[in-house]
């Protein structure tokens, strides 16, 4: 079986938590994902980055402090903030906790071997290196003080990889997303680390973080990752929402069963309780209902994972329907060969094909006022007698034959099913 054979989708801390998110806080939102969206399909949360920090407090990184690391050069989580991996059980329990809602189990790393490892010259698992030997040391992240790279033509380099993979595969974990890998990228680590899952021993999803990301990787990033980044941070704010059109049309043909570009995860509803990265803490999203339906159509016919970033025990109604609608959903689930079909004076159309033969329909109206627009059915390849069905209201819009007009808010979208007739 394909790994990945659809877009995953789930939750992860970072948009609420940033660094700081603690087994509490997991525990409680895996509970809401479980109960409330995982019938729709979303079934992994993801602990992000630094759970290996005591003293991380938000998406605010502490520079060179001591993290928590095992002997073999790696990191395991700080027990203050995840308090069953004493006794050197890890994430062990957590994700037999997750694994029992029916949820899989993720976890955020960094690329490369801790600095304090190699400045201590930490010994390699299966390997007679150190981790000093190993370590790039001109190879850091721009953001993030944790991390060397690794240098991946050094003897023990592969070696550090597989004890990091196993011992994930021993705590039960089923998605790993590693950042600090495609901006620049980071080739050789990335062959190290598809290398490591292969040999693991446990099926898991590999993402790959963050973008930009060049389209000419493509090909090598569709045999080495499960998902990829292919863009910067993705926040609530209009301009983002903007550059994720011609982000998503370049990446369109890249997408497919096992390897789906990723335009991000999705920061609706509540977030930002500790994470600050914009500046606002704890808000609701900063998107208008149409901008929110325009962002959830958008991913949805494009395939991108979605990853949710709301603080679920605050999950409003709203927010739910959006993510609950098995019509939209079934876009996401059964369509291919996405591709944007017509844009011009801010009217953008796509379409994807659907499983049952039929076409999925997006209009969106990237303008600042709200429009009737005539929608040439024949110039997106729709020609002929067609039923359309509204999927966000989950209503027959009607017959058409040549053209059809819809009405869309200002930054808004309407997704159509369009099914040939006679």
């Known amino acids: 079986m394909t790994v990945a054979a659809v877009p995953p ?4 801390s970072w948009d609420s938590y940033g660094a700081s998110v603690t087994e509490e806080e997991i525990l409680a939102n895996a509970e809401v ?28 990184y502490r520079p060179f402090v001591p993290l928590e690391m095992d002997e073999y050069s790696r990191l395991v989580p700080a027990v203050n903030r995840f308090p069953s991996a004493k006794d050197g059980r890890g994430f062990a329990p957590l994700a037999e906790k997750i694994h029992a809602m029916g949820l899989k189990f993720g976890i955020h790393i960094m690329r490369g071997v801790p600095r304090q490892a190699a400045h201590a010259g930490t010994p390699i698992l299966g390997s007679s290196a150190t981790a000093r030997q190993i370590a790039h040391t001109s190879s850091i992240c721009p953001w993030n003080t944790d991390m060397y790279g690794v240098d991946a033509n050094q003897p023990g380099a592969q070696e550090y990889y597989n004890s990091l993979f196993e011992l994930y595969a021993s705590w039960g974990v089923d998605f790993v997303k ?20 292969d040999a693991c021993g446990r099926e898991m999803v590999l993402s ?11 090909e090598h ?10 863009t910067a ?10 550059e994720a059109f011609d982000i998503c049309a370049a990446w369109a043909p890249y997408a497919g069963p096992g390897h789906w570009p990723d335009a991000d995860m999705l920061p609706l509803g509540q977030i930002a309780l500790r994470s600050g990265e914009t500046g606002i803490r704890d808000r609701y999203t900063r998107f208008t209902r149409p901008e929110q339906v325009t962002l959830m159509t958008l991913w949805c016919i494009v395939r991108s994972p979605l990853m949710l970033g709301t603080d679920l025990t605050r999950l409003d109604e709203e927010t739910r329907s959006l993510l609950t609608n098995p019509e939209v959903l079934a876009v996401l689930v059964d369509g291919a060969n996405a591709r944007e079909v ?16 039929s076409t999925a329909l997006a209009v969106f109206n990237v303008g600042r006022d709200d429009r009737d627009v005539q929608v040439d059915l024949r110039s997106v390849g729709l020609g002929g ?16 034959s040549g053209h059809t007009v819809v009405h869309i808010e200002a930054h808004g979208a309407r997704l159509f099913r369009v099914d040939r007739l006679g």
């Open 33 to 60: 994902l479980a109960r409330e969206l995982l019938p729709y399909g979303w079934d992994t949360l993801v602990v992000d980055i630094q759970w290996y920090e005591p003293g991380a407090e938000s998406n605010a």
């Open 208 to 218: 790959l973080s963050c973008g930009p990301t060049p389209v000419s990787e493509a």
């Open 385 to 400: 007698n067609v039923a359309l069905r509204d999927l966000w209201s989950r209503s027959d819009h009607g017959k058409a």
């Open 233 to 242: 941070d993705f926040w609530d704010r209009w301009s983002d929402l903007q």
């Open 221 to 230: 990033l569709m045999s080495r990752a499960h998902m990829w980044r292919t």
């Open 9 to 12: 989708m789930g939750w992860n």
């Open 178 to 197: 590693a950042d600090d890998m495609l901006l620049p990228y980071h080739r050789g680590e990335i062959n190290l680390m598809r290398n490591a899952l």
């Open 342 to 357: 017509h844009r011009e004076d801010g009217i953008i159309v796509w379409t994807s094909q659907l499983a049952d033969s």
